[in-house]
């Protein structure tokens, strides 16, 4: 399992609600939403330029039924498949796709709610500058120098920044060029658990990653029980996954949207914006 330094300077994909369960759904589920075309790319430059010294590989597990049973699939919607450049899956079921060596362990402290750090110009700002159709390099550097504290919650450690102890962000990496926002993180604090924010944020993005390559739904559910039970064993709390699933009614309205945009835009508001009671 690699360790990982932040969103590295890299042309990002945007990954869609129908594919990458951050962006909607349960710990357990992914969402029948179908976000449709990517919503856009663009050059990310957060990210330490000094990693840490990564962690010491987790010990793997032998596979098998891991605590708390068998996966919850009543927990949420049925899942659509999509590829996380848009696209639809194709059938033909394969394990093949399970990377366990692409596997990213999330660095960063756990985050916390309503730090004030944002405004909703700010959030749309770096929306557009660095993720949008039209971003480039110049103009989301532009935006992380007019608001340097808004780019670390949303995207991480800056440059130059240890990202082990910055607040694991609002977006977070689900590969090497791809990201989803941090539901996780966000759902864990409405419901009063930040105990689970950094676990399943972890979870996600070590899942995801481990099993980016797949190219059906199939195979990626097979790939994601293989990673939960192997690389990404260490990820795993099946108290939040509970809890989680549990409270799902609370707090979908304020952290899950149906596109990538709606979900950037609360889990933004939540983790770095004004506290709800004060918008």
Excluded: H
Excluded at 26 to 33: A, D, F, H, I, K
Excluded at 90 to 99: I, L, Q, R
Aim: charged share 15%.
């Amino acid at each position: 399992m690699r360790a990982r330094k932040g969103i590295s300077a890299a042309v990002l994909v945007v990954a869609t609600c129908a594919s990458a369960w951050a962006c909607g759904g349960t710990v357990l589920v992914e969402p029948n939403e179908d976000a449709g075309p990517p919503i856009g790319t663009g050059t990310v430059v957060t990210g330490s330029t000094t990693p840490p010294p990564p962690p010491a590989p987790p010990t793997r597990p032998d596979a098998g039924p891991r605590d708390g049973g068998p996966l919850d699939v009543d927990a949420g919607p049925p899942r659509d498949g999509g590829p996380a450049d848009g696209g639809r899956k194709d059938g033909g079921a394969t394990s093949t796709c399970y990377e366990p060596g692409d596997a990213i362990l999330l660095p960063g402290t756990p985050p916390t709610a309503s730090q004030s750090l944002c405004s909703d110009a700010e959030l749309a700002g770096l929306r557009t500058a660095c993720l949008g159709v039209a971003s480039s390099a110049a103009a989301c550097d532009a935006q992380f120098a007019a608001n340097p504290a808004c780019a670390r919650c949303v995207f991480g450690a800056l440059p130059g920044e240890n990202a082990a102890t910055t607040p694991i962000p609002a977006i977070i990496p689900t590969s090497d060029d791809a990201i989803a926002p941090n539901i996780a993180a966000c759902a864990a604090l409405v419901i009063g658990r930040p105990d689970c924010a950094a676990p399943l944020a972890r979870r996600v993005s070590c899942t995801r990653s481990a099993c980016a390559t797949c190219v059906d739904q199939a195979a990626e559910d097979a790939c994601i029980a293989s990673a939960e039970a192997g690389i990404c064993s260490v990820t795993i709390d099946i108290g939040c996954t509970n809890a989680i699933n549990a409270a799902q009614a609370t707090w979908t309205p304020i952290c899950r949207g149906v596109t990538f945009e709606e979900s950037y835009v609360k889990v933004g508001r939540y983790l770095c914006g004004q506290a709800l009671r004060d918008r």
